[in-house]
Nanobody, 120 residues
């Protein structure tokens, strides 16, 4: 399994931006699909975005499409989530995950999460 550590969360006003980063260990990082998920208080974890190994194909939840951008740097074992036009409903604990495909059920390695809070 790959080890994942997220960073970049914080408090931001509505309309602002944040960039989340995820550092991955292991020499096989480029073979994984990478994703971001989030879990708001009292709610289930939900899919946010994912990118396949070559970064040529991405997938987004409808609620973030056009506002968030996922990217990866295979040379540095990093994956990023650029979040623009943030809304209070984006407040959640954001998790980085690694998997074998873009299928949500195939994400089997998880980080500890980074908190994003958007004030109105």
């Amino acid at each position: 399994q790959v080890q994942l550590v997220e960073s970049g969360g914080g408090l931001v006003q509505a309309g602002g931006s944040l960039r989340l980063s995820c550092a991955a260990s292991g020499r096989t990082f480029s073979s994984y699909a990478m994703g971001w998920f989030r879990q708001a208080a009292g709610k289930e974890r939900e899919f946010v975005a994912a990118v396949i190994r070559s970064a040529g194909v991405t997938s987004y939840a409808g609620s973030v499409k056009g506002r968030f951008t996922i990217s990866r740097d295979n040379a540095k074992n990093m994956v990023f989530l650029q979040m623009n036009s943030l809304r209070p409903e984006d407040t959640a604990l954001y998790y980085c995950a690694a998997g074998t495909s873009l299928s949500i059920s195939d994400f089997t390695s998880w980080g500890q999460g980074t908190q994003v809070t958007v004030s109105s």
